[in-house]
Nanobody, 121 residues
Framework: QLQLVESGGGLVQPGGSLRLSCAGSGFTLEYYATGWFRQVPGQEREIIACISSNDGSTYYTDSVKGRFTISRDNAENTVYLQMISLKPEDTAVYYC??????????????WGQGTQVTVSS
């Protein structure tokens, strides 16, 4: 089955860290630009980071620059989002998505199921 499988969400205190994983199943994720999105209830889903399909170019939205790092491990067929210095406003459902293109642009071919990240003391 062709799908993206996410893991790594959870509850963390402000200032803490989490690493989210997005594993490709049934296809080679290396050939897809992959983005991380997040959505808060009542708000639109926003893209927060992207990694290109070939040269590893990255994009970050301003609110996460310097705190989040997107990377890929082609041997593991996985894209990661390392998050540090987490803030309560980072609380959201996080999704990954992949598109067979150089960089992130819709429509995406695959979406993960979403993983909840809650930053709270």
């Amino acid at each position: 089955q062709l799908q993206l499988v996410e893991s790594g969400g959870g509850l963390v205190q402000p200032g803490g860290s989490l690493r989210l994983s997005c594993a490709g199943s049934g296809f080679t994720l290396e050939y897809y630009a992959t983005g991380w999105f997040r959505q808060v209830p009542g708000q639109e889903r926003e893209i927060i980071a992207c990694i290109s399909s070939n040269d590893g170019s990255t994009y970050y939205t301003d609110s996460v620059k310097g705190r989040f790092t997107i990377s890929r491990d082609n041997a593991e067929n996985t894209v990661y989002l390392q998050m540090i210095s987490l803030k309560p406003e980072d609380t959201a459902v996080y999704y990954c998505a992949a598109v067979k293109n150089y960089f992130c642009s819709g429509p995406y071919d695959y979406w993960g199921q979403g993983t909840q990240v809650t930053v709270s003391s």
